[in-house]
């Protein structure tokens, strides 16, 4: 998370959402009641009326909204602030949602911001707490790998393979669970290397 600009006066920040941590950040930042802007798209009202509403061109412009509902999304990665339009070019006072991802700006105006959002900002401002973890849950013929990086999970691989069972002991058992670990191995060392931690469970 990276800060482009503070007003301690007004309690606006002006955020660089850099990681998938930053998105957890922000999310638990955001409180129903403040104010949250950000560069969006949405329909042009200045279209012709005998345009239906889902044919009229989207425009892209920068919107601040009342948060009413934060939705953190950790698995496809963006968080969604909902609420009322209370600046903008057109369209105060009809909701809006608001759909963050890393890279992009988001504006935070609280009017008070307590020491618990204040150790949630400082811990991403000093990239602190995001060590990358690669988990492996592990079983024969069926694994999942995760990569937890600071405040998020990410999916990696499932992992399914068939493996002849008892009944069939021998050469072909041996040569499936031999090919499941070596693939398992491989998926592991090429995941692994830039992770902090390797956990095999």
Do not use: C, N
Not at 74 to 100: A, M, N, Q, W, Y
Not at 162 to 169: P, V
């Amino acid at each position: 998370m990276r800060l482009l600009h503070r007003d301690a006066s007004t309690g606006l920040h002006r955020l660089r959402l850099e990681t998938p941590s930053d998105l957890w950040r922000i999310a638990r930042l955001v409180r129903p009641g403040d104010l949250v802007g950000a560069s969006t798209t949405r329909r042009d009202p200045e279209a012709p009326p005998d345009v239906a509403g889902a044919e009229r061109t989207r425009r892209r412009v920068f919107l601040t909204v009342r948060a009413e509902q934060v939705e953190f999304h950790g698995f496809s990665k963006h968080v969604r602030v909902t609420g009322p339009i209370v600046e903008g070019p057109f369209d105060l006072g009809r909701h809006h949602t608001l759909d963050l991802s890393e890279g992009d700006e988001v504006v935070v105006t609280k009017p008070a911001w307590s020491a618990g959002d204040r150790t949630i900002l400082e811990e991403g401002l000093d990239r602190k707490g995001d060590p990358t973890i690669l988990v492996a849950a592990v079983d024969w013929g069926d694994s999942s790998l995760v990569r937890l990086r600071g405040r998020s999970i990410e999916p990696v691989v499932d992992l399914r393979r068939t493996i002849s069972g008892k009944r069939y002991e021998g050469s072909q058992a041996e040569k499936d669970r031999g090919a499941y670990i070596a693939e398992l191995l491989e998926l592991l060392r090429r995941e692994g290397a830039g992770a902090t931690a390797v956990v095999i469970a």
